[in-house]
């Protein structure tokens, strides 16, 4: 970062201070109130953080005008065209796209380390049958410290590299682990022999009473699916990610924060939501309804997998969705009415002024239920999708905390409202 400029803030007791104006390599200038507090006596206010940076980074950005996502400064678009979940992981990690042998080398680390302790599938016994798969994921991804104590002494770099790969590689057995125990099937252990999106399938859909034949379109958009959500900057999970770890908590204990963080349905369970609507909706005819009632506030209803917090454009991510969803349906030889439903959902929306005005265009999730819906997956398993896929972003986030000498454990203030100090009333008297 560079620092160019100062800004000026006037207190309303009429003195005045300067701060430092930061700027990065992309993206608006911050003003750097670290020291607002100490020399003023105030602090800012910013519920939801909508104006605040809360650290440096140089791994995600975003362009939500434009409807940009970098990730290391390359295009979500062309990662998802010409990578594979792999390589984004590396990049992710280690800041740069790997040779031939490093990719070699991190590949086949990861897929030495899918399989979990055998101890830990005792875990899963502990839940009901028909327990959330998130709620199952927070469980035993957190347990994961009690497992791997050679991999929890942040201070250590290799510690921190053995714990990331870990993370990364035990998510999918774990996510297949949660999935197979609600349905009453045994466990299926990873395969070295299978590719990370392969393995997930291949985990997730064969039964020991028969061959499963993993369909390349289907793993080629489980990959695809991988690298669209690996990662989104300074969201809710992230944000909860480095600030549980910013206390010096191990890894494991801050990636299960991150799941719990995502669960909530304004975050990762929003495809769910869409897939439900387009339920709702049954037919083209209604959607001149649905849009009604979409720009009526006092209904309170809205269209979901529209609109975003960052994005006031096209989600990049979504275009990458639709045209995945197109082939996994044609390969599936599924026509699934509620594909021609979005798509002309899409359509009218988009020539509609209510949603031009509001830049409110389809995000990822708008697509990606349909998809995950034909390929097999059960609704309640597309935010445990989108845990797996994160988790690469959440370790990356976190190791860069981590390494940045800067960092200090997270502690916002607050504006309190609440009564001054008064005299304790005894129960007698109240
Ligand atoms: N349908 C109808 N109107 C909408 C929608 C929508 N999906 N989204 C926003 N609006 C309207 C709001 O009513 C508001 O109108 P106003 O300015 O007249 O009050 C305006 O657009 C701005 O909306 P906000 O809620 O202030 O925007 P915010 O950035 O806080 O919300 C959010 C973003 C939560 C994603 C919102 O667009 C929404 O609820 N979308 C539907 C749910 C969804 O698809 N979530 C997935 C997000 S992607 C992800 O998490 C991976």
């Not at 917090?309 to 969803?325: E, I």
Request: proline share 6%.
């Amino acid at each position: 970062m560079t620092q160019s400029k100062t800004a000026t803030l006037t207190t309303p007791e009429g003195q005045s201070y300067e701060f430092p104006v930061l700027s990065g390599t992309l993206g608006p200038d911050v003003i750097d109130i670290r020291k607002l507090y100490d020399s003023t006596d105030h602090f800012t206010f910013d519920p939801g953080y909508t104006s605040t940076g809360s650290c440096e980074s140089k791994i995600t950005y975003i362009d939500g005008d434009k409807g940009v996502l970098l990730h290391r400064g390359y295009p979500i678009e062309d990662l998802a065209e010409k990578s594979d979940f792999m390589e984004v992981s590396y990049l992710m990690l280690h800041g740069e796209l790997p040779n031939a042998s490093q990719k070699a080398e991190f590949t086949k680390s990861i897929t030495y380390h899918t399989m979990v302790h055998e101890q830990l599938s005792m875990f899963f016994r502990g839940f009901r049958r028909d327990a959330h798969p998130m709620a199952i994921m927070c469980g035993v991804v957190g347990a994961l410290a009690a497992f791997y104590h050679d991999s929890t002494d942040i201070t250590d770099a290799r510690q921190r590299e053995i714990a990331s790969y870990r993370l990364i590689a035990k998510m999918p057995t774990i996510a297949a682990m949660a999935y197979k125990y609600s349905v009453g099937q045994p466990f299926v252990y990873p395969r070295n022999d299978l590719p990370y999106a392969d393995n997930f399938l291949n985990m997730m859909f064969s039964v020991p009473c028969e061959e499963y034949k993993i369909n390349p379109v289907l793993a080629d958009a489980m990959d695809k699916i991988f690298i669209l959500h690996a990662d989104h900057e300074q969201n809710a999970s992230t944000s909860t990610v480095r600030l549980a770890g910013s206390s010096g908590a191990n890894p494991f204990a801050c990636i299960a924060a991150g799941i719990a963080s995502l669960w909530g349905p304004a975050h990762g369970g929003a495809n769910e939501a869409v897939l439900k609507q387009l339920n709702e909706i049954g037919h083209k005819d209604n959607i001149p309804e649905i849009i009604k009632k979409a720009k009526d506030k006092s209904s309170g209803f809205r269209l979901m997998g529209f609109g975003h917090r960052v994005y006031k454009n096209f989600d990049p991510r979504a275009q990458v969705m639709r045209r995945t969803c197109h082939e996994v349906l044609e390969a599936l030889n599924i026509e699934d009415p509620l594909l021609d439903l979005a798509m002309e959902l899409e359509r009218i929306a988009l020539e509609d002024d209510y949603f031009v005005s509001k830049k409110l265009y389809p995000n990822v999730d708008f697509y990606s239920g349909i998809i995950l819906k034909a390929m097999g997956f059960p609704t309640s398993m597309f935010t445990v999708l989108f845990a797996v896929a994160r988790t690469v972003g959440w370790i990356s986030q976190w190791n860069e905390m981590i390494e940045d000498p800067a960092h200090k454990i997270g502690r916002p203030r607050q504006l309190y409202t609440g009564p001054v100090q008064r005299d304790y009333t005894p129960i007698s008297s109240r």
